[in-house]
């Protein structure tokens, strides 16, 4: 399927962790409870900090100037106290009420104490009156805008009772101002707008913060709302999807094309792509690309048929990297070459069986008389020796004639309920003999466990396990290892669905050409000096009759795989869950 230019807001960004398919679940808005409860702990903490700094630096001053403050020295010691109280209350808090009432009684602490400092340190004129506009502002963030402008009424309250009490010398705890009644009242104006000033505007800045927040938190709701859908389709479609950045490296790939391929996400993570999918000519990387078929390998080292579709991945009109589509077309390029091959057969069969008599009847009338005319004529050496060449080479091709006719027409198959494992031990025998008549050959079996059963011919599919082991042995002349194993799996691939059974025989042997993979299976086709090309022919007609398929896999110099595949019994499902073992699963 053709994919067009992806923009990058859509691949890129909603498929850059590759493949992830469950993110989790969506960010949720922050509890109230728990925001309030980290930002009294701010409060906590900031407290200290600023007690300790300004009240340090003023005790070390005082210090220098060979002055005791024993008010500070109260102060930080009571700071210190009462937070280690606020933290060990505020683990026992857990109503939002409760968490409410306990900033509001920490902020008016807050307030006392400082008016208390400023009191002590020349009130109106105190350096210390810097620390309400902090406790608004705090107030304003932590309480929002009605707890920031309730603290600046307050704070101007208490600021302006200090004020009073100093002007008129009630108490004699603070000292009289050096200030005037019109500078007192002057500074207290002043003091008094900048606190109330600052809460508003502190209120008026927390609450845009709030809606800020509210509206980032639905702004990333959504946000992965999208991504978890975008990525949803993605992780569903049957269709394989990778993306590659601008280097060809892999940065995702789909569930789809993780069980395609066999490769999980993280074994071809930052790979070249052309390098997972076999693709050579990587400076097709830059342009807008048709669908393309590549043959590869899986994981397990099978053979793997793509079709395969790049596009690029943009971002404005830059490209940024691609993004791939591909599709298993293994199974249905093996069922279309078993197609070309049956109507291939299907045209000269007919015209050759008919052939096939019509040069077989005199064929044997010929026979017959040159073998009549060797008895009775009286012949000199050579000649009597191009005689026996002539009687042998007919009788040869009298014997590839039968052949043929014998696979031309049909078998009769006499099926039954067997157990293939049986079947092929029985052949293993005749097998073993064959080897020990070589020079340097081996053979290795894996039978799977528990009884193979299939409907069958048992004698055709001896026939055709001793073509196949035959035509390994003579793929390997100097030697070498056949491995034949049976084993069981569940096919789903272009169009071939169920349990089979799968008898592999594996050689180390000269292997295939690429260019005669797809014709070894016809009639006459041979790479051999001798032979008559009918061997695999008449193997893949009985395995084609018996309702399965011959998979070959081969490298030249490598060896090859001829796997035989039979569907299950339709018996065999029940008897397995009658023994308790899942039929689907390979045993």
Same mark, same amino acid.
């Given at each position: 399927?053709?994919?067009?230019?992806?923009?990058?807001?859509?691949?890129?960004?909603?498929?850059?962790?590759?493949?992830?398919?469950?993110?989790?679940?969506?960010?949720?808005?922050?509890?109230?409870?728990?925001?309030?409860?980290?930002?009294?702990?701010?409060?906590?903490?900031?407290?200290?900090?600023?007690?300790?700094?300004?009240?340090?630096?003023?005790?070390?001053?005082?210090?220098?100037?060979?002055?005791?403050?024993?008010?500070?020295?109260?102060?930080?010691?009571?700071?210190?106290?009462?937070?280690?109280?606020?933290?060990?209350?505020?683990?026992?808090?857990?109503?939002?009420?409760?968490?409410?009432?306990?900033?509001?009684?920490?902020?008016?602490?807050?307030?006392?104490?400082?008016?208390?400092?400023?009191?002590?340190?020349?009130?109106?004129?105190?350096?210390?009156?810097?620390?309400?506009?902090?406790?608004?502002?705090?107030?304003?963030?932590?309480?929002?805008?009605?707890?920031?402008?309730?603290?600046?009424?307050?704070?101007?309250?208490?600021?302006?009772?200090?004020?009073?009490?100093?002007?008129?010398?009630?108490?004699?705890?603070?000292?009289?101002?050096?200030?005037?009644?019109?500078?007192?009242?002057?500074?207290?104006?002043?003091?008094?707008?900048?606190?109330?000033?600052?809460?508003?505007?502190?209120?008026?800045?927390?609450?845009?913060?709030? /809606? +800020? $927040?509210? *509206?980032?938190?639905?702004?990333?709701?959504? !946000? @992965?709302? =999208?991504?978890?859908?975008?990525?949803? %389709?993605?992780?569903?479609?049957?269709?394989?999807?990778?993306?590659?950045?601008?280097?060809?490296?892999?940065?995702?790939?789909?569930?789809?094309?993780?069980?395609?391929?066999?490769?999980?996400?993280?074994?071809?993570?930052?790979?070249?792509?052309?390098?997972?999918?076999?693709?050579?000519?990587?400076?097709?990387?830059?342009?807008?690309?048709?669908?393309?078929?590549?043959?590869?390998? /899986? +994981? $397990?080292? *099978?053979?793997?048929?793509?079709?395969?579709? !790049? @596009?690029? =991945?943009?971002?404005?009109?830059?490209? %940024?990297?691609?993004?791939?589509?591909?599709?298993?077309?293994?199974?249905?390029?093996?069922?279309?070459?078993?197609?070309?091959?049956?109507?291939?057969?299907?045209?000269?069969?007919?015209?050759?069986?008919?052939?096939?008599?019509?040069?077989?009847?005199?064929?044997?009338?010929?026979?017959?008389?040159?073998?009549?005319?060797?008895?009775?004529?009286?012949?000199?050496?050579?000649?009597?020796?191009?005689?026996?060449?002539?009687?042998?080479?007919?009788?040869? !091709?009298?014997?590839?004639?039968?052949?043929?006719?014998?696979?031309?027409?049909?078998?009769?198959?006499?099926?039954?309920?067997?157990?293939?494992?049986?079947?092929?031990?029985?052949?293993?025998?005749?097998?073993?003999?064959?080897?020990?008549?070589?020079?340097?050959?081996?053979?290795?079996?894996?039978?799977?466990?528990?009884?193979?059963?299939?409907?069958?011919?048992?004698?055709?599919?001896?026939?055709?396990?001793?073509?196949?082991?035959?035509?390994?042995?003579?793929?390997?002349?100097?030697?070498?290892?056949?491995?034949?194993?049976?084993?069981?799996?569940?096919?789903?691939?272009?169009?071939?669905?169920?349990?089979?059974?799968?008898?592999?025989?594996?050689?180390?042997?000269?292997?295939?050409?690429?260019?005669?993979?797809?014709?070894?299976?016809?009639?006459?086709?041979?790479?051999?000096?001798?032979?008559?090309?009918?061997?695999?022919?008449?193997?893949?007609?009985?395995?084609?009759?018996?309702?399965?398929?011959?998979?070959?896999?081969?490298?030249?110099?490598?060896?090859?795989?001829?796997?035989?595949?039979?569907?299950?019994?339709?018996?065999?499902?029940?008897?397995?869950?009658?023994?308790?073992?899942?039929?689907?699963?390979?045993?």
């Amino acid at each position: 399927m053709p994919v067009g230019r992806v923009p990058v807001g859509v691949a890129a960004e909603l498929f850059d962790t590759a493949g992830e398919a469950e993110r989790g679940p969506l960010p949720r808005p922050q509890d109230p409870m728990d925001d309030l409860r980290v930002k009294l702990h701010w409060l906590m903490g900031l407290r200290v900090v600023a007690v300790t700094l300004l009240l340090g630096l003023s005790i070390a001053f005082q210090i220098g100037r060979g002055e005791l403050v024993p008010t500070f020295y109260g102060l930080i010691i009571f700071t210190y106290a009462i937070t280690i109280a606020y933290a060990l209350t505020l683990r026992t808090l857990t109503n939002p009420q409760a968490l409410t009432r306990f900033a509001y009684l920490q902020v008016g602490v807050d307030l006392l104490l400082e008016t208390f400092l400023v009191a002590r340190t020349s009130g109106v004129e105190s350096p210390f009156s810097v620390l309400y506009v902090i406790t608004v502002t705090l107030a304003s963030l932590i309480l929002r805008r009605r707890g920031g402008l309730l603290t600046a009424g307050v704070t101007v309250v208490l600021f302006g009772l200090v004020t009073d009490i100093q002007l008129y010398g009630i108490l004699e705890l603070i000292p009289p101002s050096r200030l005037s009644m019109a500078e007192t009242f002057q500074t207290f104006g002043i003091h008094g707008l900048a606190v109330i000033a600052v809460g508003l505007l502190s209120g008026a800045l927390a609450e845009q913060l709030r /809606r +800020a $927040d509210q *509206s980032l938190v639905e702004k990333e709701r959504g !946000l @992965s709302r =999208l991504q978890a859908f975008h990525e949803s %389709i993605l992780q569903s479609i049957s269709s394989g999807v990778f993306t590659a950045d601008g280097q060809g490296r892999i940065t995702s790939m789909n569930r789809a094309g993780q069980e395609v391929t066999g490769y999980a996400f993280e074994a071809v993570r930052n790979r070249p792509w052309w390098e997972v999918f076999n693709w050579e000519q990587r400076d097709l990387f830059g342009s807008t690309l048709d669908r393309f078929d590549v043959e590869t390998k /899986r +994981a $397990d080292g *099978s053979r793997l048929v793509l079709g395969l579709t !790049l @596009s690029p =991945l943009t971002e404005g009109d830059v490209q %940024i990297g691609l993004v791939g589509v591909f599709k298993d077309l293994t199974q249905i390029r093996d069922m279309e070459e078993q197609m070309r091959r049956r109507e291939w057969f299907a045209k000269i069969g007919e015209m050759s069986q008919n052939m096939a008599h019509e040069i077989r009847n005199p064929l044997g009338s010929l026979t017959n008389a040159m073998q009549m005319l060797r008895k009775e004529l009286t012949l000199d050496e050579d000649n009597a020796h191009l005689m026996d060449i002539t009687v042998r080479e007919a009788t040869r !091709l009298n014997a590839i004639i039968k052949e043929f006719l014998l696979y031309a027409r049909p078998p009769a198959l006499n099926l039954k309920e067997c157990d293939l494992n049986t079947v092929l031990t029985e052949t293993l025998d005749l097998i073993r003999h064959e080897v020990q008549s070589r020079t340097g050959m081996t053979v290795t079996q894996q039978l799977g466990d528990g009884p193979m059963m299939a409907q069958a011919d048992p004698d055709k599919l001896k026939q055709v396990f001793w073509n196949l082991a035959r035509n390994a042995f003579e793929a390997m002349p100097s030697g070498g290892r056949l491995a034949i194993s049976t084993s069981r799996r569940w096919v789903v691939s272009g169009g071939r669905s169920g349990d089979v059974i799968e008898i592999a025989f594996q050689d180390t042997g000269e292997g295939i050409a690429g260019q005669d993979l797809d014709r070894i299976f016809y009639p006459f086709f041979t790479t051999k000096k001798e032979g008559s090309g009918l061997g695999l022919a008449t193997a893949q007609r009985v395995v084609d009759l018996h309702g399965g398929w011959i998979r070959v896999e081969s490298q030249k110099g490598k060896g090859s795989r001829f796997a035989v595949c039979l569907p299950v019994s339709a018996e065999a499902g029940p008897r397995l869950w009658h023994e308790g073992r899942e039929p689907w699963k390979r045993y």
